[in-house]
């Protein structure tokens, strides 16, 4: 397969590292970075391109995808997350070469968030394949006239999620014994505070946490903002319990942490879902909670039972591994989709 892929190609982000598979995988891929094309990092166009979808970010990105296809000619258009091609730069490139044209979102274009997708909402019609990560999204988009809507979950990289053993020094940098890794969120916030007050110690390592209303309580347990590759694995390698909240801004019921908590070898105890459910077994692969109450239960139990959560840790590991969890299993999939959407349809989730 020839694939331009469009999204974000910054090191730390999945969208690079679903590039980097896809090449893996043996496919000619080209990408095109998105980042420098929107500003990003601009005090003004940025936050111009990417929520009200206007700006001359927009009409560069639209440019180099179409000077990129007359290029390459590819088989497949690779949207990855968020697009931002013009309506006008698609149908061009539709009578020029034959070519398949593909969004994979990982956000929610119908969330708390909307107003951000606008662009993507005027050119559904127009895309052979919508893969999203919600069940909600699949009647949304078909209402905006999608032709073909399959849901696909997020997934782990086996080359950047894994166990790794650490050093004294690295235990006491990075090791807690109930920890979260995430942006500030205000749920999320609220359950980590009131836990704290409760007297279990959560340590928290994310963005835009400082200066928010939970922020007295958080402030001492804080260890620093978002960390990527080696530091990543060492922070969920040194947590006994690793706190899985979803962002209820994007209706989530799963996302990439889902997997990648458990890849890493780290106890997971997230939110429960019917996803989740599905995804590991309760109290063998993974653990789950529904409320506050059962949260703090299930986090005194465990900590008092270190070796049942590293047990059900190797479990979940296990199970990441077995059960197409990766990314090649779920991007085959998708591609599999493309090239005979039947393949996908009622059977929309890699298990």
């Not at 190609?9 to 896809?22: D, I, M, V, Y």
């Not at 106890?267 to 996803?275: I, W």
Request: positive net charge; proline residues 5%.
């Amino acid at each position: 397969m020839k694939i331009l892929y469009v999204g974000s190609l910054q090191t730390k982000s999945n969208s690079f590292s679903r590039f980097q598979t896809l090449k893996d995988m043996g496919h000619s891929v080209e990408g095109i970075d998105i980042e420098p094309l929107l500003f990003n990092g601009h005090p003004v166009w940025s936050r111009t391109h990417h929520f009200l979808n206007i700006g001359p970010g927009i009409s560069l990105t639209g440019k180099k995808v179409f000077d990129s296809f007359l290029d390459f000619q590819p088989d497949i258009i690779w949207m990855d997350n968020k697009p931002f091609i013009p309506a006008k730069t698609i149908r061009i490139m539709r009578g020029i070469n034959p070519f398949k044209l593909i969004a994979v979102v990982t956000d929610d274009a119908f969330g708390t968030y909307s107003l951000g997708w606008q662009i993507l909402k005027k050119t559904m019609p127009l895309y052979d394949c919508h893969f999203v990560q919600r069940t909600v999204n699949v009647k949304e988009y078909l209402s905006l006239g999608a032709k073909q809507v399959f849901e696909c979950d997020r997934s782990f990289d086996p080359s950047s999620h894994f166990p790794v053993e650490l050093t004294r020094e690295d235990q006491e940098k990075w090791g807690s014994e109930t920890g979260f890794i995430g942006t500030y969120a205000k749920y999320r916030a609220g359950v980590i505070s009131r836990l704290i007050q409760k007297g279990i110690l959560v340590s928290v390592w994310g963005n835009d946490w400082e200066g928010k209303p939970e922020w007295p309580v958080i402030r001492p347990h804080y260890k620093g903002k978002a960390e990527y590759g080696e530091n990543y694995r060492k922070i969920l390698s040194g947590m006994k319990i690793a706190l899985h909240f979803l962002r209820k801004e994007n209706r989530d019921d799963q996302d990439s942490r889902t997997f990648e908590i458990p890849a890493c070898g780290a106890f997971m105890l997230a939110e429960r879902t019917p996803k989740h459910l599905r995804y590991f077994m309760e109290g063998q692969e993974a653990d789950f909670f529904g409320d506050e109450t059962e949260l703090e239960e299930k986090i005194r139990f465990y900590l008092n039972h270190p070796d049942l959560a590293k047990q059900i840790s190797r479990n979940g590991r296990e199970r990441c591994l077995s059960s197409g969890y990766d990314h090649k299993s779920r991007l085959q999939f998708v591609l599999n989709s493309v090239e005979k959407p039947e393949s996908g349809r009622n059977k929309n989730l890699v298990s």
